[in-house]
């Protein structure tokens, strides 16, 4: 898979990941689909970083098996964690 397949794979995994956490999440978010696609694809990497610190593939499994349930399941708390630390960041903004 070519730079061009890789990104358009990264921008799909990280939408279907940030609406999941966006879906899981109480609340309402104030953002649009750029946003949660950002969010989600941070997110993915926290997951592949907080899934490493206890054992997991890591970064590595997100980049050989985006699809398994695994790291599906870390992709989306770590993108509710980067989606709570931006409510937070945000919070007091107009």
């Known amino acids: 898979m070519g730079l061009i397949g890789l990104i358009i794979s990264w921008l799909i995994i ?12 109480p609340g ?5 689909i750029g946003k949660t696609i950002v969010l989600g ?17 890591g970064i590595s499994g997100i980049m050989s098996n985006p699809w398994s349930i695994g790291t599906i399941l870390l992709a989306v708390i770590g993108a509710i964690v980067v989606m709570v630390i931006y409510g937070l960041a945000t919070k007091n903004r107009v």
């Open 14 to 25: 990280g939408a279907i990941i940030g609406l999941l956490a966006r879906a899981v999440m």
């Open 28 to 32: 309402k978010q104030g953002m649009g």
């Open 41 to 57: 694809v941070i997110g993915a990497i926290v997951g592949g970083f907080i899934g490493s610190l206890f054992g997991g593939d």
